[in-house]
């Protein structure tokens, strides 16, 4: 039986690899961070009781910043297949602790590697890195491919950028198998509650009901390449079953606006939205409401604002990618497109909107979690 090691376990992505792995007979370890509260929420439903013979899913309390620790999970486990998932991962949140984002994202990933060198498994342990198209920042060719130079716009992109060069240092300087995944942004109902897609299909799917008054966003003329999650490990898995380790460019080569996203997921509640003035003006109007999931709402409501409070210090204004080499080479191919992503988000958050909609009719306390 094969094992594998994912940091980030406890992540979007962590929780779709374990899935996909397990499924593929794997056991599979995961390092969590220890918090005060639970965190494991995206992992908890393929939880297998330690105590059990057999169990193949196993987490084990780490943390990137910490090398004994890493150290020590990978001499007990001896994995074949590491994934290096684990990140501070919100490219705004960087620009305000920019050194613990290097820390994790930059360190963390030569501990990991280093680690592995340390214990002698550079011949049995191959390396996944979760690389990233931010690495193209301001960029220098469209569409974005393997070889396109990398312009990184803020602490994340350049804390990955280190991390993609020693993951490509291993590999040739001790024969490591190790790779990189340059991986366009990709989405799903478990993606964090910041990042935009989700803040947009689970804002809104609140406001229909009356939980929120109105989404404020920032740049919304950004543009974006969006696929989906379990699309996007599955080819994470694909890159270590090879002869050799390449990098690849995994991306849907589809680009769309965040004002694009916005008025779909507005569509999928039966809310027609028109955009009004430019800049920090510039509103989203409720025009017509078709259906019954928006009875919160009617024709004239504003329901998006801009705050450029979350406007970045530099932005990453469009990403396209090119993901041909994954096609040719492994054979890829993304299954779900971002508007089919976008209805599967919508109608999952209006589902938990509704959830709490009737907690909240009857008097009952609110999760914390829609305070945030
Ligand atoms: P998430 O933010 O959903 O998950 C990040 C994971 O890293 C969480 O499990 C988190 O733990 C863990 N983590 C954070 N800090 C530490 C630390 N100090 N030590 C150990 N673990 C830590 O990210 P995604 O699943 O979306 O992304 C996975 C990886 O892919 C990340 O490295 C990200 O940068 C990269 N990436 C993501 C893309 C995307 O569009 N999703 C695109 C390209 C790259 P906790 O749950 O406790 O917070
Ligand atoms: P990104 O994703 O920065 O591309 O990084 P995010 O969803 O945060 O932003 C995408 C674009 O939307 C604009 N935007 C907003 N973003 C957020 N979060 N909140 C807003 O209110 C808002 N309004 C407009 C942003 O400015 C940006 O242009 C993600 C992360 O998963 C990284 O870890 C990963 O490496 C990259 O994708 C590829």
């Known amino acids: 039986m094969k094992k594998a090691l994912i940091t980030g376990i406890t992540g979007q992505d962590g929780s779709y690899l374990a899935e996909f792995l397990l499924q593929k007979g794997y056991e599979v370890h995961g390092i969590k ?14 939880y297998e009781d330690p105590h059990v013979d057999n169990a193949r899913f196993k987490l084990h309390y780490g943390d990137l910043t910490d090398t004994s620790n890493l150290t020590r999970i990978l001499q007990d486990v ?9 990140a501070q991962s919100h490219v705004a949140v960087s620009f305000e602790a920019p050194e613990y984002t290097a820390d994790v994202d930059a360190t963390g990933t030569l501990r990991l590697l280093e680690a592995i060198r340390f214990l002698g498994l550079e011949k049995k342990t191959r390396f996944y890195q979760a690389s990233t198209s931010e690495l193209y920042g301001k960029v ?41 995944g340059i991986l366009f942004n990709h989405e799903s109902p478990r993606r964090g509650e910041t990042f ?41 898995w694909m890159m270590l ?7 690849f460019v995994i991306a849907t080569g589809v680009q769309y606006s965040v004002r694009e996203f916005i008025s ?26 078709q259906g019954d999931l928006a009875p919160a709402l009617k024709p004239g409501d504003v329901i998006v604002r801009i705050d450029p409070r979350y406007f970045r210090p530099a932005e990453v204004e469009t990403l396209l990618g090119d993901p041909t080499k994954a096609k040719e080479k492994l054979g890829w ?27 909240k009719e009857h ?3 609110l999760p914390v979690s829609l305070e945030g």
């Open 33 to 46: 961070r220890r918090a005060s509260s639970f965190n494991t929420q995206r992992v908890d439903h393929i």
């Open 78 to 86: 001896e994995p074949d297949e590491v994934y290096n998932l684990g």
């Open 140 to 180: 220098q060719e469209i569409p974005q491919r393997e070889t396109t130079p990398f312009h990184p716009r803020s602490p994340y992109a350049v804390a990955k950028l280190y991390a993609y060069w020693i993951t490509v240092n291993y590999r040739e300087a001790y024969g490591l198998y190790a790779c990189n």
């Open 196 to 236: 935009v897609t989700r803040k947009i299909t689970r804002g809104l799917a609140n406001i229909a009901l009356g939980l929120e008054p109105c989404l404020y966003m920032g740049n919304i003329d950004s543009l974006r390449d969006w696929g989906h999650a379990k699309d996007y490990v599955r080819m994470q």
């Open 241 to 247: 079953q090879q002869d050799a380790p390449e990098d």
């Open 264 to 289: 779909w997921a507005a569509a999928d509640l039966g809310i027609t939205l028109e955009f009004k003035g430019t800049g920090v003006d510039e509103i989203a109007v409720v025009t017509h409401i």
């Open 333 to 359: 191919v993304p299954e779900v497109t971002a508007r089919d992503m976008c209805r599967e988000m919508v109608e999952a958050d209006h589902k938990a909107a509704r959830r709490y909609a009737l907690l």
């Open 363 to 365: 008097g009952l306390d």
